[in-house]
């Protein structure tokens, strides 16, 4: 799944391409030498395949020229005053790189690769500034080289790269349409290699936090995982006839989907991360259930299956809240051709099938509390769920499952905030349900936590631990 280079940096490059440089200029200010402008004129403005031929019948020169070496400076730091001779060389040797596999390699494999590109992506705070952006883009084409053609990812790759997604990341957060779109790409681009992917994991409060904002605002959902649109009211008809919440393009949700299904072949480091911190098999549950294309529900699928493959006891109790089997038997009406998209909905829906057959409503709740993530799953509002496995809930397993409650309660969840109430909506029927068991639950440190979350500004969780803390002043006087 290639993606096509970002028309911004395409329509910027082709502006630098047509600009006069005063070459001669720069040679007689001492900016750059006779033998550079030499260099650099014998393939600028040259056929492609002269140029080639130029650069293969002397690499080493012509590396040198871009990188330095043998106690000369790369033109990028020699150059360093005059900002459109560094526009003019990014764009350059750019298109080096697209045009001259050879010349990549030669590149890629000197001792410091990546040192004259790095400060420049510093150059400006200004995000439309042209160096640091072409820097980024050249960048972004030598490591994604490098991350494939080298047997073990470089020490100078794995300085480089915190620092590209770095500012990377500044980019996905830009309100502009074509710099988000640079972002997104580059992020493809990179992220190739296990190792490249951990990286960008490590840096995810950066880097992954603003893609899945856009996700989010694509599902109509924003920041409020309660809303109307989020609880799944929404349909299929109802979304392409409208269009995608929050102003996002197709093609953006494309690219945004397409980084976040790279990053799910990884999906024993990433999965239980980002279902505490993103919810995400409710997220693309719901994007499934809007997404007008086939490219994006192929892209859907396979990141959901990725996930919940390698993240079974964790992220099907998410699945199965999150009414995940119901929207694929509605998708399956649908007229789908692609192979791909066809294989894993039906691989998603024989795994969810083996896992809801062989479970009781017991298993249902006692598996979510092991994931870690609590849902308004149908058990936390049934009264005869409580009245009938309280107690069990509370001795299955020397009392594991309350301890997996105090756990999940300990935790502040600043972007689900619902799982604070759900949990003192737990608490509460358990003490009104086996009163005297309230001495193990205090001991765990849930009436405590209860009693904290009376001061929470959120009002569902200031309800829910008043209920709680209600049930267990019923039996102080007993």
């Known amino acids: 799944m290639s993606l096509d280079p970002p028309a911004y940096i395409l329509s910027l490059q082709n502006n630098i391409r047509a600009r006069p440089i005063s070459w001669e200029g720069a040679v007689r200010a001492r900016t750059i030498t006779d033998a550079d402008l030499k260099k650099i004129k014998s393939i600028d403005k040259v056929r492609k395949e002269q140029r080639k031929q130029t650069i293969e019948a002397d690499p080493d020169s012509f590396c040198t020229l871009l990188l330095g070496g043998d106690n000369a400076q790369s033109i990028f730091q020699s150059a360093a005053k005059r900002p459109d001779i560094i526009q003019y060389m990014l764009v350059l040797t750019g298109d080096l790189v697209d045009d001259i596999p050879s010349f990549v390699s030669k590149l890629i494999n000197h001792s410091e690769p990546y040192a004259p590109f790095i400060p420049l992506l510093k150059q400006s705070s200004n995000p439309e500034d042209p160096i640091p952006l072409l820097a980024s883009s050249l960048l972004s084409s030598l490591i994604s080289n490098a991350l494939v053609a080298q047997n073990k990812q470089s020490p100078q790759v794995d300085d480089a790269l915190p620092k590209l997604y770095t500012y990377t990341a500044a980019l996905a957060k830009s309100s502009d349409a074509g710099l988000l779109d640079i972002a997104v790409q580059e992020y493809s681009a990179l992220l190739r290699t296990s190792k490249s992917k951990q990286l960008f994991w490590k840096q995810r409060k950066e880097t992954l936090d ?40 197709i093609q953006l949700l494309y690219h945004v989907l397409m980084v976040i299904w790279q990053l799910s072949f990884e999906g024993r480091l990433v999965g239980k991360g980002l279902d505490e911190d993103h919810d995400i098999v409710t997220l693309y549950t719901q994007l499934m259930r809007l997404s007008p294309k086939e490219k994006t529900t192929r892209l859907l699928l396979s990141t959901l299956y990725n996930l919940l493959s390698s993240n079974r006891s964790v992220l099907m109790p998410a699945a199965v809240s999150a009414k995940l089997p119901v929207t694929l038997n509605n998708l399956q009406s649908r007229h789908l051709t692609d192979a791909d998209l066809l294989d894993d909905l039906k691989n998603l829906n024989d795994m969810l099938d083996e896992y809801t057959k062989t479970q ?47 756990e999940i309660m300990a935790k502040e969840w600043r972007n689900d905030k619902q799982v604070l109430a759900i949990g003192c909506n737990d608490v509460a029927c358990l003490v009104k349900e086996v009163p005297e068991k309230r001495v193990q639950l205090e001991k765990l440190g849930l009436k405590g936590r209860v009693m904290e979350l009376m001061q929470e500004s959120d009002e569902s969780i200031r309800w829910e631990s008043l209920r709680a803390v209600g049930e267990w ?3 102080t006087f007993d």
């Open 210 to 249: 603003p893609l899945v904002d856009i996700l989010r605002n694509a599902a109509g959902a924003g920041k409020d995982a309660e809303s109307t649109l989020w609880s799944g009211g929404a349909s299929i008809r109802s979304a392409t006839e409208a269009g995608l919440g929050g102003g996002v393009g």
């Open 473 to 475: 002043l019923r039996y």
């Open 360 to 406: 009781t409503t017991f298993d249902e709740y006692a598996a979510e509390l092991h994931s870690g993530h609590l849902r308004w799953s149908p058990p936390h509002r049934d009264p005869n769920f409580w009245r009938e496995n309280a107690r069990k809930i509370l001795e299955d397993n020397k009392g594991e499952l309350p301890k997996k409650l105090a």
